[in-house]
C-alpha cells in the first residue's frame, strides 16, 4: 500500500490511497486555543479536506446542509455558558439530522461515564484530551475517511463489472443478430 | 538565567513539528482568551457560582497544558476540585489571583 508524508504541524506517516476525498470535516469546540491546535492538526493529516471549525453548537447544526463526513465534537459544549446545548444534545441531533456523519466526542474529563454518554448516544468513538488526542483524533479520521475511500473504490469497481457485463450482452446481442 | 520562567513551549514545539507560525498563532490565541477567562473565573466568584468557576477551570487547563505553565498546572485542578466539591472555598481567592498574576506574566514572556 503506497504511504506518502505530508510536512507540517503534526505530521505522520499514513495511508492517503484509500482515504475519501475531499471529505467534510466540522470541528467544536468552545475553547478557541483547542479548536486552532485540532484545526491545524486535522489539516496536516488530510490533505484536500474542507474543514469547518464551530465555537458554538447552534453554529455547527446551522452547517448541518454541507453534510460533513465527520465531526469532531467536544462534550462540554456548554461548560461556560450552561443555557448552550451540551456535547450530548448536538451528538443527538446529528445522529437524527444525518445519520452517515460519524462523531468523535472530545473532553477534557477522562471519565468511564462520559465515555458511556457519547457512545451509548452513537459517537464512533469518544477521546480524552491529552497529550496524545492530536494524534488519537488523526487515528480515527484516517481509518474513518480510510473506510469510506475503500467503500467508494469497492462501489466503483462494481459499477466497471456491471458496465463490462452490460456491453458483453450488448455484443452477443448484436453479434447473433 | 533561563529565557522562559514561567512557561516552556517544548510540548508545543513537539507536536507541531517546530512549526513556527502555529505556535505563534496558539500564542496569540492563548493571549487573548486566558484573561478573559481568569476574567470571568472573578465574576462567577463574586456571584459565588461554583458550577461557573468548575467549568472556566476545566476550558483553561488545555491552555496551560498548551504553554507549558507547570506551576499552574496544579493550581488549575484545586481551583476545579475546590469549586465542584465545594470544599475548601477559602483557597480560592489566592488560587484565583495566582492564576491571574501568573498568566499574566507568562504572556508578557510569550511576547518576547
Given amino acids: ?13 499514513l495511508k492517503r490511497a484509500t482515504l475519501k476525498k475531499d471529505p ?25 479536506a474542507k474543514i469547518h471549525s464551530y465555537q458554538t453548537a447552534a453554529s455547527c447544526l446551522n452547517h448541518m ?20 446545548k451540551n456535547g450530548i444534545d448536538v451528538l443527538r441531533e446529528i445522529r437524527r439530522s444525518s445519520p452517515r456523519t460519524k462523531v468523535i466526542m472530545l473532553s477534557a474529563q477522562d471519565s468511564l461515564n462520559v465515555a458511556i454518554d457519547c457512545m451509548e448516544n452513537g459517537a464512533y468513538d469518544y477521546i480524552s484530551k491529552s497529550q496524545s488526542s492530536f494524534i488519537r483524533v488523526n487515528n480515527l479520521l484516517t481509518n474513518i475517511l480510510g473506510d469510506m475511500g475503500d467503500s467508494n473504490a469497492f462501489f466503483r469497481v462494481i459499477q466497471l463489472i456491471l458496465l463490462i457485463v452490460l456491453l458483453v450482452i450488448i455484443a452477443s446481442a448484436l453479434i447473433n443478430q | 538565567m533561563a529565557r522562559y520562567r514561567h512557561t516552556n513551549l517544548g510540548y508545543l514545539k513537539e507536536i507541531s513539528n517546530g512549526h513556527q507560525e502555529f505556535i505563534d498563532d496558539m500564542i496569540r490565541v492563548f493571549s487573548s482568551s486566558a484573561p478573559r477567562m481568569v476574567a470571568e473565573m472573578e465574576v462567577f466568584f463574586r456571584e459565588k457560582n461554583w458550577a461557573g468557576i468548575k467549568m472556566v ?56
Avoid at chain 1, 508524508?5 to 505522520?12: A, E, L, T
Avoid at chain 2, 483553561?60 to 504553554?67: D, E, S, T
Fill in chain 1, 1 to 13: 500500500m503506497s504511504r506518502s508524508r505530508i510536512n507540517g504541524p503534526f505530521s505522520f506517516r
Fill in chain 1, 24 to 48: 467534510v470535516i466540522f470541528l467544536v469546540d468552545d475553547d478557541p486555543l483547542y479548536l486552532r491546535a485540532l484545526e491545524l492538526a486535522v489539516s496536516s493529516q488530510v490533505g484536500g
Fill in chain 1, 65 to 84: 446542509h454541507l453534510k460533513p463526513d465527520v465531526v469532531v465534537l467536544d462534550y462540554f459544549l456548554d461548560a461556560v455558558h450552561p443555557d448552550a
Fill in chain 2, 57 to 112: 477551570a476545566h476550558k483553561l487547563k488545555p491552555g496551560i497544558a498548551f504553554m507549558g505553565i507547570s506551576e499552574l498546572k496544579q493550581d488549575i485542578l484545586d481551583i476545579e476540585e475546590s469549586a465542584a466539591r465545594q470544599q475548601n472555598l477559602d483557597q480560592l481567592p489566592e488560587l484565583i489571583s495566582r492564576l491571574r498574576v501568573i498568566i499574566l506574566l507568562s504572556i508578557e514572556e510569550l511576547k518576547t
